[in-house]
């Protein structure tokens, strides 16, 4: 409880769980900005972890002609001073588009992880919580011919790091995932192993980092973005060994999108009892991001439904991460809004089905918030992003619990009424609208596919319902700053 009370944060916002979808009477706060990285140290790519006392840790880079990659650490009642992290005179690549440098943690173990494009792969290791770091272990050196890109990093319950990268031909073609899990906490690593070899096509991504999921020792699970002659569907593959060979693999996305030129955007998964849950970008139907679910068990497809745009406008959705442990899940995204680029969440604490009916603006201001990363444990949600006007990597805390010594701001929903419910033919939508206000009102399906858009200034409508089939629909009303998410049924 020390992390939760020590913080200096003047406002929080409370978010409405929307009927029937009531989160057992959760409510999530949502702390004020805390700056991470000080003035000229860069913003690129910001990561989070958490230490074994719930203490966030913060990496990310700054390119340029001295590429530098720093890391701070939640300490009382702020972050402290960035540590510039020593790279034994290797210079590491840092891309922007969330492409850059990974981290893992463990207890008081931190791993990081970055490349030197074209060279090799790298790993950093701290034992004592990040109070010093080891010098830079080669985890790969590419072969003559061979370009190794895009690490990105687990950790097994012994402590040991699981690493994953692209490899491609110098003409970046010929892609493929090769993982190699250290036997002894990261001072040597062994030979790769392909892991795509199960998926169709035999070739992935080749610039799409992926994610993994480690459950024991000997079971772990690759995320990734396939690429099967340009059809660029997720994928998961399995190891039951440890990493010494992946002999299944899934398509978890149901998309089916054909894309030419590489999206730079991979999947974020995380493990839920007996399912793996995935975030992931799509563009077969416009920029939007995506829900899947799969059986570690069986390795067959739960299900898969968009993530709408609940600010109601017809937005770009990219860079998705996901995080969470059992019903309790939230999922950060970035995307082009009335304001730029924003960044939003959306959360359930009762199961994934009610991702669709709770959400939180994280950060709307008026500049370019981008490249968000989120990390959970104990009923609060750790986000970072990256703010382009300021040049900062900005955090917030979302808590089921309510941040204390701090005035409450309540957002409220206004009344919204939809009769007769369930419909069969034409709905009936009341609203307050005293001010006779420009209110914009979105339809979607369960599936978060928008349906059909209107605009009113009114406080009364009609939707016709006659075209659409059986089943739950949801209409977002904005009025001003204010929303409201209902739900209603057809039944014919």
Partial sequence: MIFLKSQTIKSILIVLSFFPFLINGQTLYLSDTIEVSPDGTGSRSPRIALLEDN????????????????????????FGNPIVLNTNGIEPDLWSGGLGPQIAAQGNTIFLVFETYGEGIYCIKSSDGGQSFDAPVSVYV??????????????????????????????????????????????????????????????????????MAVVSNDEMYLGFRNNNNNLRDIWVAKSSDG???????????????????????????????????????????GSNI????????????????????FTGQNTTQNFPSIAGNGDTLGIVWQEVGANNFEIMMAWSANGSGDLLNNY???????????????????GRFHIVYQDLNSGKVLYRLASFEEIVGVSQTFK???????????????????????????????????????????????????????????????LNIQRGDQQALKQFIVKK
């Fill in 243 to 285: 990493g010494s060979n992946f002999t299944e693999a899934l398509d978890i996305d149901t998309t089916d999108w054909i894309a030419f030129v590489c999206p730079q955007s991979g999947p974020d998964l995380m493990v839920s009892g007996d399912s793996i849950f995935s975030s992931f970008f799509g563009g077969a139907n």
């Fill in 412 to 474: 409220d929903e206004f009344s919204v009424k939809i009769s007769p419910n369930p419909v069969a033919e034409n709905a009936n939508v009341a609203f307050e609208n005293p001010k006779s206000e420009m209110t914009k009102i979105t339809l979607y399906n369960v599936n978060g596919q928008l349906l059909r858009k209107f605009e009113s200034t009114g406080n009364l409508f009609e939707i016709n319902c006659q075209g659409l089939e059986n089943g739950v629909y949801f």
């Fill in 360 to 378: 939180l603006i994280i950060d709307d201001n008026i500049s370019s918030q981008k490249q968000p990363d989120i990390a959970y444990h104990d």
């Fill in 55 to 78: 203490r966030p840790v913060v990496y990310w880079g700054k390119p340029g002609g001295n590429p530098t990659l720093y890391l701070t650490i939640w300490t009382d009642d702020s």
């Fill in 142 to 211: 590419a072969p003559q011919g061979r370009v190794a890109t895009l690490p990105s990093i687990a950790i097994d319950p012994d402590n040991n790091p699981v690493i994953s990268f692209v490899t491609t031909n110098f003409s970046e073609t010929e892609a493929r995932y090769e993982i190699t899990k250290s036997t002894d906490g990261g001072a040597t690593f062994p030979p790769t192993t392909i892991a795509n070899t199960a998926a169709s096509g035999g070739e992935v991504c080749e610039c799409c980092p992926a994610s």
């Fill in 290 to 309: 995506y829900f899947s679910s799969m059986s570690k068990n069986t390795m067959e497809t739960g299900y898969q439904f968009q993530i709408p745009s």
